[in-house]
C-alpha cells in the first residue's frame, strides 16, 4: 500500500518548515527524498511517521488517514512501519539479538523459540549471523546500520523509512546497504521511503525521486531523469562538483 | 519555558508514564534491571556514608556535652534521633539524587540523541511509560529499603566509634537508642523517603527525555545538572512540608 502525502505544512516558531507538500510513495519501489541540508527532508519524514504532527493536510497510509488518527488508532499502522535511523538508534544496553528481538517482544505473543527463529532469519536475511550475542559498541557501523534493518523488518512491515543510511559509511559499504535496503523492498513488496543527499544512492536505487527545495516540492522523477533534467536546482544538487559538472558536459 | 510549563509538561510526562505497559512481562524484567541501576549499585556508598555519619555524630555529640547533668546515653539518644529523623532519609536521599538522579538524566538523554526514543516512538511504543515507569516503581521499592540499611549502619558506626574510642559504654549508648523511642518517627522517615524516590525518578528522567537534542553532549550534562538542582531543590522543599504536617 502507498503512502500519500496530501498539501502537508509543518513549521516551527513561527517558521514554515515543509510549505504545501504532496507526493505519492509508491508500493513496491524505494522512493526517495532528496534535497540540500535543511531543506526539510528530515522534518518531512518526521511528520509522515508521525514524529511530528503536520500543521495542516494529511497523511494517508494505505487509505487511512494517519494525521486524523488519534495515539491508539495509529499504533496499529506502527507496527506495520520499520524504521532505519542516521545513527542506527539500536539500543545500547541490549546485544543485537535483544535488538532484533524487541519488535517481537513488544508486539506479538511469541515464544522464545518462535521469537529465535525470526531474529536469526532477520539476521542472517542482512548477512550477520552468529552475531547475536555482540552488542552495538562492539560492532562497526556498517554492521549497526544493517541491525536496525534487521530489527526493522522483524515484524514484516509493509513501510520502511530510512533516514540516511549511508552516513558515516564508506562508498562500498553505501552500495551495500542501498542494495539491501532496494531487495528488501522488492522481496517483501513494501513501500519504501530513503532520506539521502547521496547521489550514489539517488542512481543506485532512485526509482521514485521527490527533490525538497527550501521546503517545496521542486522536483520529481527517477534515477534515469534526475541526469537530464534541465531544471537549474537539480543540475547544482546532481553535478555539485567540478569534476560532475565537466562529465555532465560529456553526458548532455 | 518558564517554570510553570515545565511542571504542567511535567505532570503529563507522569500520565503518560503511569498509563498501561505494552506488555507486563517486559516492564516486569525492565523493573528488576532499574532495582539493581538504581537501589543494588547504591548500596555502597550509602553503607560508607552512614557508618562514618553516624561515628561523627557520636564524637561530635559527645564532644558538646560539658554538664554532669547531661546523661551519657544522651549520645546515643541524640545520634539514632539525628539519623532516623533527617539523615538516613533527607541526606542520604538528597546524595542518591545526584548519584541516581544524574545517571538517570544522561541514560535518557543520551537515547533521545541518539535517536533511541524516537525508534521506540515510530514503533508504537510508549516511550515515557517504557522507560521512565520502571524507573518510578524501582524507586519507590528499593530507597525504603536503603533508607532502613542507613538507618542501621549508622547506629552501629556510632556505636562502634563510641566504644572503641571510649566515649561511652555499649550498654549506655543502647540506653540512648531506646531511650523515649517512638516508631513513627521511622514510618515518618519512610513516608518521605517515597516522596523523595518518585521525584529522584521522575526529575531527572523529565529533563532527560526533554533534552534539546540540537544541542549535543553539551545538553545531556545540562540536563544532568539541572535534574540534581531542581531534585535536590524539590527534596528539600517536600521535606519541610511532610515535616510541618507529620511532626507538628
Known amino acids: 500500500m502507498s503512502i500519500i502525502v496530501n498539501n502537508v505544512i509543518k513549521g516551527f516558531s513561527g517558521t514554515e518548515i515543509i510549505k504545501d507538500i504532496s507526493f505519492e510513495f509508491e508500493k513496491g519501489k524505494t522512493n526517495l527524498i532528496i534535497g540540500q541540508s535543511g531543506s526539510g527532508k528530515s522534518v518531512l519524514t518526521k511528520c509522515i511517521v508521525g514524529l511530528y504532527e503536520v500543521d495542516s493536510g494529511e497523511v494517508i497510509y494505505g487509505g ?5 488518527m488519534n495515539k491508539s488508532e495509529r499504533k496499529k499502522i506502527r507496527t506495520q512501519i520499520g524504521m532505519l535511523f542516521q545513527g542506527s538508534a539500536l539500543f545500547d544496553s541490549y546485544s543485537v539479538e535483544q535488538n532484533v528481538m524487541f519488535p517481537l517482544t513488544m508486539f506479538t505473543d511469541m515464544s522464545k523459540e518462535e521469537m ?20 552495538p559498541s562492539e560492532i562497526s557501523g556498517g554492521m549497526q546500520k544493517r541491525v536496525a534493518i534487521a530489527r526493522a523488518i522483524a515484524l514484516n512491515p509493509q513501510y520502511l523509512f530510512c533516514d540516511e543510511p549511508n552516513s558515516g559509511l564508506d562508498p562500498k559499504t553505501s552500495i551495500v546497504i542501498d542494495n539491501l535496503i532496494h531487495d528488501l523492498t522488492k522481496e517483501y513488496d513494501m513501500t519504501t521511503v530513503v532520506i539521502t543527499h547521496d547521489m550514489n544512492s539517488v542512481m543506485e536505487i532512485g526509482e521514485n525521486i521527490l527533490y525538497i ?11 534515469h531523469s534526475i541526469v537530464t533534467t534541465n531544471n537549474q536546482e537539480i543540475g547544482d544538487f546532481v553535478y555539485a562538483s567540478e569534476f560532475m559538472k565537466q562529465l555532465r558536459g560529456k553526458l548532455i | 519555558m518558564n517554570l510553570f510549563e515545565h511542571i504542567g509538561r511535567f505532570i503529563l510526562m507522569i500520565g503518560q508514564a503511569f498509563k498501561k505497559p505494552e506488555k507486563w512481562s517486559v516492564l516486569r524484567k525492565n ?3 532499574e532495582i539493581n541501576t538504581i537501589g543494588i549499585s547504591s548500596l555502597s556508598i550509602v553503607a560508607l556514608l552512614s557508618l562514618f555519619m553516624g561515628a561523627v555524630m557520636v564524637i561530635q555529640t559527645a564532644s558538646n556535652i560539658d ?6 546515653y544522651t549520645v546515643g539518644f541524640a545520634t539514632r534521633q539525628s539519623m532516623i529523623l533527617e539523615f538516613s532519609s533527607t541526606m542520604i536521599c538528597l546524595i542518591l539524587a545526584g548519584k541516581v538522579g544524574s545517571n538517570i538524566a544522561s541514560e535518557v538523554g543520551t537515547m533521545r540523541l541518539t535517536e533511541q ?3 521506540l516512538e515510530v514503533m508504537g511504543v510508549n516511550s515515557i511509560n517504557h522507560l521512565v515507569l520502571p524507573k518510578i516503581l524501582a524507586s519507590l521499592f528499593i530507597f525504603p ?3 532502613l540499611i542507613s538507618m542501621g549502619l549508622g547506629l552501629i558506626g556510632g556505636g562502634l566509634i563510641g566504644t572503641q574510642a571510649g566515649i561511652i559504654t555499649l550498654e549506655k549508648y543502647i540506653m540512648g537508642l531506646q531511650y523515649y523511642f517512638d516508631p513513627f518517627s521511622i514510618t515518618y522517615s519512610l513516608i518521605k523517603t517515597l516522596f523523595f524516590a518518585f521525584f529522584i525518578a521522575t526529575i531527572p528522567s523529565y529533563f532527560g527525555y526533554y533534552v534539546n537534542p540540537s544541542g549535543g553532549a553539551l545538553e545531556v550534562g545540562k540536563s544532568g545538572t539541572k535534574s540534581v538542582v531542581a531534585s535536590s531543590m524539590v527534596i528539600l522543599l517536600i521535606n ?8 507538628l
Open chain 2, 67 to 72: 554538664s554532669p547533668l547531661i546523661p551519657a
Open chain 2, 240 to 247: 519541610l512540608i511532610i515535616t510541618y504536617f507529620l511532626l
Open chain 2, 117 to 119: 526514543i524516537d525508534a
Open chain 1, 213 to 223: 527545495h527550501e521546503g517545496e516540492n521542486w522536483w520529481t522523477g527517477d534515477n
Open chain 1, 116 to 135: 529465535l527463529e525470526r531474529v536469526n532469519f532477520c539476521l542472517e536475511r542482512v548477512e550477520l549471523e552468529n552475531k547475536n550475542h555482540l552488542f
Open chain 1, 64 to 68: 487511512e488517514n494517519f494525521s486524523a
Open chain 2, 145 to 147: 529499603f536503603i533508607v
Open chain 2, 31 to 33: 523493573f528488576i534491571i
